[in-house]
């Protein structure tokens, strides 16, 4: 995988912001004095590990979402202002069709349990429920219109959310 500027753009832009910056934003507003103070942070050894796991393991799903794009797609990324020229049907997205958006759902819910924090759980729900009416609204039009008939075969073929554990043979998905 080949780390380039666009990649770190792309990750740092979206992901980051919506898992590292709001939640942040919201921790901090659970502090005495701030504006969620009546839920504060709790700390607890045994949602620790399992918090812990889900960040590492949506983080991990997000980083190599995005490392595809960025190999395969033709240069592009995964963000709207620099979409992919290549239509990318590899990797974790020969299992599911939103890898990145479940990844982003998993950090959100493993913050929330790390820190007992309400207000980013509820966030979690925010960003699930946008997910839920942007992608087959707004999303998944504007990837038919550009990548056609290979487009809607893949979505014949791949779930939308939860994933295949058996994928399809490679020259189904993209002809690569």
């Not at 190999?71 to 290549?86: C, L, N, S």
């Not at 550009?146 to 554990?165: M, N, S």
């Amino acid at each position: 995988m080949k780390v380039t500027p666009p990649l770190i753009k792309a990750f740092f832009i979206f992901p980051m912001n919506i898992m590292g910056t709001i939640p942040g934003f919201l921790l901090w507003s659970s502090r005495e004095g701030g504006f969620f103070e009546k839920y504060p942070l709790s700390f607890d050894l045994i949602r620790s590990f399992p918090g812990g796991l889900l960040i590492g393991v949506g983080a991990s799903l997000c980083w190599i979402a995005v490392s595809l794009f960025s190999e395969y797609g033709g240069g592009g990324t995964p963000a709207p202002y620099d979409p992919p020229k290549y239509f990318v049907a590899r990797g974790v997205y020969r299992h599911v069709r939103n890898p990145m958006m479940i990844g982003v759902i998993l950090v959100l819910l493993g913050e929330a349990m790390l820190f007992g924090s309400l207000p980013v759980f509820i966030w979690a729900l925010i960003f699930f429920q946008a997910c839920l009416v942007l992608i087959p609204f707004w999303e998944e039009p504007d990837l038919e219109h550009r990548f056609g008939e290979a487009y809607l075969e893949y979505k014949r073929k791949v779930p939308r959310w939860i994933p295949k554990l058996k994928s399809e043979p490679r020259t189904d998905l993209n002809g690569q």
